[in-house]
T-cell receptor
Framework: NAGVTQTPKFQVLKTGQSMTLQCAQD?????MSWYRQDPGMGLRLIHY???????DQGEVPNGYNVSRSTTEDFPLRLLSAAPSQTSVYFC?????????????FGSGTRLTVV | RKEVEQDPGPFNVPEGATVAFNCTYS??????FFWYRQDCRKEPKLLMS???SGNEDGRFTAQLNRASQYISLLIRDSKLSDSATYLC????????????FGKGTHLIIQP
């Protein structure tokens, strides 16, 4: 199993451009989330999904959209990139609704907005 | 208001020593707890879940104190490969809303 796959690994955008960060998992996990990690800030939740067709906002959703049309895929869209969105983005998934199961993370996308 | 707090370190520890980290969380409704390990420029990886009764996995022991709202991680006989950032993580509602991460404790094991 590939686990959680994120593409691209690196991306440079100009301010105002839009793009989609891809996330796919092959473990048939219901729960998927997007986080961003900034120096000194820790990981912060952007959006999450508890199943196909169901998404909700996390702590820092502004400037991002998500959709969950299939169990496998959970893309994150940047609508109009801003330098404040320069960050490392991690997608994560888990299967069980039980409280003591942790997430499996993808290897991340390093995004720079200039 | 910081929901999950950790001492950022760095903790410089000689190889073979025992090291312990603590983490405090602000929301008493938090239902599940984890320690994650993150190597430089890599993704976080689950180290262990933390149970109320305490749990052990090899050289690693995790404890939860709900009354005082803190979690601990003990590493015995530390190895050079234990050098990493250790993230304390809580899940408030048991799965629906993702995880709240501490900023991490940086551990450096010295030969």
């Amino acid at each position: 199993n590939a686990g959680v796959t994120q593409t691209p690994k690196f991306q440079v955008l100009k301010t105002g451009q839009s793009m989609t960060l891809q996330c796919a998992q092959d473990m048939n996990h219901e729960y998927m989330s997007w986080y961003r990690q900034d120096p000194g800030m820790g990981l912060r939740l952007i959006h999450y999904s508890v199943g196909a067709g169901i998404t909700d906002q996390g702590e820092v959703p502004n400037g991002y959209n998500v959709s969950r049309s299939t169990t496998e895929d959970f893309p994150l869209r940047l609508l109009s990139a801003a330098p404040s969105q320069t960050s490392v983005y991690f997608c994560a998934s888990r299967n069980s609704p039980l409280a003591n199961y942790g997430y499996t993370f993808g290897s991340g996308t390093r995004l720079t907005v200039v | 208001r910081k929901e999950v707090e950790q001492d950022p370190g760095p903790f410089n520890v000689p190889e073979g020593a025992t090291v312990a980290f603590n983490c405090t969380y602000s929301n008493s409704a938090s239902q599940s707890f984890f320690w994650y390990r993150q190597d430089c420029r890599k993704e976080p990886k689950l180290l262990m879940s933390v149970y109320s009764s305490g749990n052990e996995d090899g050289r690693f022991t995790a404890q939860l104190n709900r009354a005082s709202q803190y979690i601990s991680l003990l590493i015995r006989d530390s190895k050079l490969s234990d050098s990493a950032t250790y993230l304390c993580v809580v899940n408030l509602l048991g799965g629906a809303d993702g995880l709240t991460f501490g900023k991490g404790t940086h551990l450096i094991i010295q030969p």
